[in-house]
Each structure stands twice: as structure tokens, then as C-alpha cells.
């Protein structure tokens, strides 16, 4: 199993930008498909990217495309979100997650979770 540690959050003005890591130890990482969810005050946890194993295949939600870009560097065993022209709307916690299978709108097979970072978007 993957352990998953994020970092990179913070309190942005709106059109900022900000990028989030997420960390992973275990030597089951390459072959997992990984992903970004949110959570925002109030509201269920949503989906926002996620990437296939080798990184050849994203997908966003509607909300996030053109502005966030997921990455992963399998030798460094860490998968990016780079957010832009961040809205208030975007703030929430951001989850990193390890899974089976990218696919439009989720990540199947969730088998580890982080345990989030703190997005604030100020207007």
C-alpha cells in the first residue's frame, strides 16, 4: 500500500497560483494510478484530476480545465497539481489519492488516501 503525504498549500489572492506535491513511500507507487479531490466546508468530496500510471492520460473536472495541471515524476515518486487563476471557489482541502485506474471524472480503485492540505483563496 502507498503512504501519501501533501504539501504545498496555503492562502492565495484570487488569480494566484499555487502547486501541490503529494509525496509517496511504498514500491507500489509507478503502478498507481493517482489523483487530486477536494473538499470544501459544507460540501462532499469532489473530484478534481487524475493520471494514469505512466502519465500519459489526464483528466479534470470541468470546474479545474485550463487552469490545474496534474503531474507525476514516478522517480521521485511524487505527483503534482499546479493550480492557476485560483478562484474562491477553488478553496477547500485537497486530497491526494492512489488508485487503480484514471478515468473522466474519478479515480477507480482507491486504495490510500493523504490526509489533505489547505487551499484558501482570497477575493
Known amino acids: 500500500q502507498v503512504q501519501l503525504v501533501e504539501s504545498g498549500g496555503g492562502l492565495v489572492q484570487a488569480g494566484g497560483s499555487l502547486r501541490l506535491s503529494c509525496a509517496a513511500s511504498g514500491r507500489t507507487f509507478s503502478s498507481s494510478a493517482m489523483g487530486w479531490f477536494r473538499q470544501a466546508p459544507g460540501r462532499e468530496r469532489e473530484f478534481v484530476a487524475a493520471i494514469s500510471q505512466i502519465g500519459g492520460r489526464t483528466y479534470y473536472a470541468d470546474s479545474v480545465k485550463g487552469r490545474f495541471t496534474i503531474s507525476r515524476d514516478n522517480a521521485k515518486n511524487t505527483v503534482y497539481l499546479q493550480m492557476n487563476s485560483l478562484k474562491p471557489e477553488d478553496t477547500a482541502v485537497y486530497y491526494c489519492?492512489?488508485?487503480?485506474?484514471?478515468?473522466?471524472?474519478?479515480?477507480?480503485?482507491?486504495?490510500?488516501w493523504g490526509q489533505g492540505t489547505q487551499v484558501t483563496v482570497s477575493s
Open positions: 489519492a492512489a488508485g487503480r485506474r484514471a478515468t473522466q471524472g474519478d479515480l477507480g480503485g482507491i486504495s490510500s
